[in-house]
DNA sequence: CGTCTCTCTATTGTCGACAATAGTCCGCCC
DNA sequence: GGGCGGACTATTGTCGACAATAGAGAGACG
């Protein structure tokens, strides 16, 4: 898999501007552990990507410290880096840390100030509703991204944006990594489509509290049933956050 | 100013590990912006570093790929490297983040569950107190981070801390850049210790509520106050912010 | 006199090669 | 036979040089 230059053919923000190779890079990496390619726990060694990607190690270098603070990867001195072994613990601190980041997103950015942050809300829905027609389901699941980020960006809020679109990140390894254990997704697109249209029909309506319910809803449930009984623990804590979870 | 192997003197978690040129070009860059040595809006130029520094390129380049993350620097393409151009809305969302993250470590680190995190708050306190002592300004403003820092690892979320020394780091900034239009700290050091050790009873006590009081108190009321007048707003949102927090 | 274009330079982007380290495997000694 | 020490190899860390770009300045044209 060679570096390509079309990532987000559809609806990204760049206009002409030729990606450097560093971007290119980490967007490739970052496909193939989200893809599943590359597995949590595996190493990652830069001879065999600078070989796989046709570029040289400096640049990739920098790509994978970027995947490193997107928390994709983790990287030791001399010893190289790895794909985030995920733990139950790992798996609580995302979701914890997403939702709460969520509910700061929710309580700053609605009732929505500013309009054009709505529109790009809609047009994520919109391009969602196409690859739901489409049947693709990579698009389906980049849309499905784009739109909670932009929900998300309702807050006006770039820190909290760019953290929670990390954590939106690891999140997706989380289920890269349960792909082989469950079924993945027991909705239909265009169920899924209708989900999103509903939550944001909600958001118009400006009540932050309604938001928070309709996203309570929206979410990681289902997820967190179907965890591999497997998982390493990592800690007691994050074992009692889970029955706890389980238990509502 | 080269490249130096002391950073943390006192209690860093290295043993004997050498440390790589990133690392310490990292530091390197951290405190020369910290320090007020570079201002925000400042160019930063590789060459110039390389060179100060004594290393080359490619590990300098990743250094600031860190400090990009970290959110002390900005980095575009072909246009090089700034240190972080501040504006009020920065500001606005350095200090929402901050303490929505303080509250959150708090909510799910109290009561304490494990003795071990304190007492890594109470060393913090104790070499901030020897700081006080010497009167030495770098470490006690040091240790200052290190102690909020436990506070927050008092939560077991490695995420979260992450987060938090960033936005940590990013308040520093701040601080560094008004260094120049006022008096920095009205306090005195004994004070400021003695606020800490007060804090951390009132952490030992259980109650979320009442450390949350307690770090409403302990705060940044003071520095938004003495924000400059020239400060570019950068958003409307951050105005009415700035304007809501004054009047409380 | 202003503006537009073209060159020219400062700076960033990328590369291939060299140095240093950590982990491994083999032989050796007990 | 098992544990220990030493070379070897795979991999990471670092470097200097080359290529490509953006911005600034000088010159020509309207």
Redesign the interface.
């Known amino acids: 898999m060679a570096v390509t230059g079309e990532e987000r053919p559809g609806g990204g923000h760049r206009i002409v501007?030729p990606?450097?190779m560093v971007e290119l890079a980490a967007a490739s990496v970052r496909r193939m552990i989200l893809g599943g390619t590359l597995l949590p726990g595996d190493r990652v060694i830069e001879n065999r990507l600078t070989e796989e990607l046709g570029i040289s190690r400096?640049p990739l270098?920098?790509a994978l410290?970027?995947l490193e603070?997107e928390?994709l990867i983790r990287q030791s001195?001399h010893r190289g880096a790895v794909v985030t072994p995920l733990t139950l613990h790992d798996v609580y601190?995302?979701v914890?840390?997403r939702r709460?980041l969520e509910r700061?997103a929710v309580t700053?950015g609605i009732p929505v100030?500013e309009e054009s942050r709505l529109d790009r809300c809609w047009e994520a829905v919109r391009r969602m509703e196409q690859a739901a027609d489409r049947r693709d389901e990579a698009a389906l699941s980049e849309t499905n991204f784009d739109f909670h980020l932009a929900v998300v960006g309702l807050a006006?809020?770039?820190?909290?944006e760019t953290?929670y679109r990390s954590?939106q990140l690891q999140m997706q390894l989380c289920m890269a990594f349960n792909r082989n254990a469950r079924a993945q997704r027991r909705e239909s697109a265009g169920a899924n489509v209708l989900r999103h249209r509903r939550l944001l029909r909600v958001i118009e309506n400006g009540d932050p509290d309604e938001v928070l319910a309709e996203l309570e809803q929206h979410g990681d449930r289902t997820f967190l049933d179907d965890l591999p009984d497997t998982l390493d623990p990592g800690?007691a804590?994050a074992q009692r956050w889970l029955e706890a979870e389980r238990a509502r």
């Open positions: 501007k990606p450097s400096p270098r920098e410290r970027m603070h928390g001195p601190e995302i914890t840390f709460e700061m700053l100030v006006g809020h770039q820190r909290l953290a954590l800690s804590q």
